[in-house]
């Protein structure tokens, strides 16, 4: 999967005609003006590309920190609903109390929160995943392992019991994991973190759920791949 990084158009039709022309991209998670109008427009044009796979936004860089519940986004956020188009959420630990609200007012959309809501402090935001795994079509990403693995144990640990291996997905924030070491070090926080699974579990963290989640033609996707964006 390559996602997106830039909230501009121009960077979601550059993923889309790389994906076209490297078969290793199996879908594209991009950009949208959510508020925008003319939204189901571009939604039209987007969805005649067979590797739009998803939307995202960096909702923690917003200064409006209610900018989820905005009334213009959850029309936008209403339109990915009733097209089946799933939602990447990139939010910080303050914003996840808005998402059971969220649930609510749009129940149809099927999102998933990335890099596990960057935890800085384990009891809130456990209490707070904990309650965001009750909703049936949340999901969560194991991503941004940076840390030192027995840091994040505990929270991983608490994201496979809550929501198990059939919503949860590794992501490998590849390329942008080399600004803090190597891709073998993020794989390797990544095993110790998640400890001892069971051989069901594994490969749908690594890739059946992610493949079930945003509709991937994948033929077989039993390890995490080595240079993938997600």
Known sequence: MAVQAATVMEETHWLLDLASRNPSILGVVAWVDLTDPNLGRTLDSLQRQEKFKGVRHPVHDEPDSRWLLREDVLRGLKKLASRGIPYDLLLRPLHLPLVPELAERVPNLRFVIDHMAKPEEFDDWAAHMACIAEIPHAHAKLSGLYVEPSRMKPY?????????????????????????????????????????????????????????????????MDRPPLSQPS
């Open 156 to 220: 991983v640990g608490h994201l496979i019991h809550h929501f198990g291996a059939g919503r949860l997905m590794f992501g490998s924030d590849w390329p942008v994991c080399l600004l803090n070491g190597s891709w073998k070090l993020v794989l390797a926080s990544f095993t110790q973190a998640h400890g001892a699974l069971s051989k069901g579990d594994h490969p749908k963290i690594v890739g059946e759920t992610a493949a079930n989640f945003y509709k991937l033609n994948s033929p077989r």
